[in-house]
């Protein structure tokens, strides 16, 4: 290459590095806290947070009803909270009804309950087809629905973002909730998923 | 698209049922910086939202897109464009640092965090 090194973008992974060198030297951000804010997201902010709502709906009729009602506040009674987590709404799937989350606009989630978004949910790729061909999309990922089954797509925006309470699989009747827990993947969640029984 | 998710194995349980989610290292570190900087009361969510999608916006408007789609790359982008709007820094700084990064000499990089001089 003979462009010039002035017309070139310097590459991201060094623009991040010098920003993180000014952000320090400005006493704006201490890269430790950076360490353990990533660590944060990506191990305590799980899809564990929102496994243990959904072994719950399961397990608790009354706290289903209210995670149904206003997922939000059934949400912070078991203490999930957080800066995009302020409005949850829950769908639930059913034998003859699937919902499935998209965010075409960017890609907003449910990030106290769920963690941080998969990379196909931000592919532009899932964003745009599965609003228009939700079971072919699907299908592709792995769930094939019958033709019977009615699927509706939610698409997340900052004022909402959608959670889906997934079935609970037969087989799992004598399992408690602490059981339940590890069954329920964030895909399942997404609704690109259903629950499997162990 | 990901592959579907084994029913059991050691994929099946919520801690572990996440695929990669940084490419990169650098990736993770513009996502840290952003959080931090977030719950650091540097700026409101909605502004760095607004930001991050007229981004990818203004890419997937982009005739001949020439390079592959990098959703971390559109996020570092950004967080720049909300700091320079808030007159925190100037985009001609962080080129310019990052120009002093690149020459850097061959095996800087065993270390994540070198600050020069």
């Known amino acids: 290459m003979t462009t010039r090194e002035s017309e070139e973008r310097p590459s991201p992974a060094l623009r991040a590095e010098a920003l993180e060198q000014l952000l320090t030297e400005r006493k704006l951000i201490d890269p430790k806290v950076v360490d353990s804010m990533i660590t944060e997201y990506e191990t305590n902010v799980g899809p564990l947070n929102g496994a243990k709502v959904v072994a719950k709906a399961w397990t608790d009729p009354q706290y289903r009803r209210r995670l149904l009602e206003d997922g939000t506040a059934a949400i912070k009674e078991l203490g999930f909270s957080g800066p995009q987590g302020e409005h949850i709404v829950v769908v639930e799937n059913t034998a003859t009804t699937h919902h499935v989350v998209v965010c075409t606009l960017c890609s907003c989630y449910p990030w106290p309950v769920l963690g941080l978004p998969p990379s196909w949910y931000k592919d532009p790729a899932y964003r745009s087809r599965v609003v228009k061909e939700p079971r072919t999309v699907l299908a592709e990922m792995g769930l094939d629905l019958p033709e019977d089954v009615q699927i509706t797509v939610h698409d997340s925006t900052s004022e909402v973002r959608w959670l889906v309470l997934p079935e609970r699989p037969p087989g799992t009747e004598h399992l408690s909730e602490e059981r ?3 069954l329920v993947t964030r895909d399942t969640m997404v609704g690109v998923a259903k629950v499997e029984a162990p | 698209m990901t592959a579907p998710l084994d029913p059991d194995g050691p994929a099946a349980p919520p801690r572990t049922n996440g695929e990669l989610i940084f490419a990169e290292p650098w990736e993770s570190r513009a996502f840290g910086l952003v959080v931090t900087l977030f719950e650091a009361g540097a700026f409101a969510w909605p502004q760095f939202q607004a930001a991050l999608i007229a ?13 592959a789609y990098s959703y971390y790359d559109h996020w570092l982008g950004a967080l720049e464009d909300v700091l320079v709007h808030q007159g925190t820094l100037s985009m001609d700084e962080v080129t310019a640092r990052a120009r002093t990064l690149a020459r850097r000499p061959r095996g800087h990089d065993h270390t994540t965090h070198i600050h020069p001089e």
């Open chain 2, 55 to 67: 981004r990818i916006a203004a890419w997937e408007k982009r005739p001949g897109r020439d390079a």
């Open chain 1, 180 to 182: 339940l827990v590890p």
